[in-house]
């Protein structure tokens, strides 16, 4: 499995960013995928999930606070492409982002698990820096 991360660079604040996610030996259509991002000296969070499956859950969405109205995860099967679309870009923004998949969906809370334990697979990282 390989989750193959591109689109980071160096962005003024306000400009965009789209950060694209391609798998191979996995597909975005079952479980639960997402970005995550670590800055230097804190832990690794969650940006924003999606569950990629079919059901009452397709397309359910989970976003930090931080990046609501602003940050967009999308998914295109044909490529088996997870995307990250960040607008409106901030200084705080700036982290290695991350993408990962194969997590659970918790009925219980209605959203896609934020753990980086949660995770199976993660791909290398993209450095976005926003200045």
């Known amino acids: 499995v390989q989750l193959v991360e591109s689109g980071g660079g160096l962005v003024q604040p306000g400009g965009s960013l789209r950060l694209s996610c391609a798998a191979s030996?996995?597909?975005?259509?079952?479980?639960?995928a997402g970005w995550f991002r670590q800055a230097p000296g804190k832990e690794r969070e969650a940006v924003a999930t999606?569950?990629?499956?079919?059901?009452?859950?397709?397309?359910?969405?989970y976003y930090d606070d931080s990046v609501k109205g602003r940050f967009t995860i999308s998914q295109d099967n044909a490529k088996n492409t997870l995307y990250l679309q960040m607008n409106s870009l901030k200084p705080e923004d700036t982290a290695i982002y991350y993408c990962?998949?194969?997590?659970?969906?918790?009925?219980?809370?209605?959203?896609?698990?934020?753990?980086?334990?949660?995770?199976?697979?993660w791909g290398q990282g993209t450095q976005v820096t926003v200045s």
């Open positions: 990962a998949a194969d997590a659970p969906f918790s009925l219980s809370y209605d959203t896609c698990a934020r753990s980086t334990a949660d995770y199976a697979y």
């Open positions: 030996a996995i597909t975005f259509t079952s479980n639960c």
């Open positions: 999606m569950f990629t499956g079919i059901g009452a859950a397709a397309g359910s969405t």
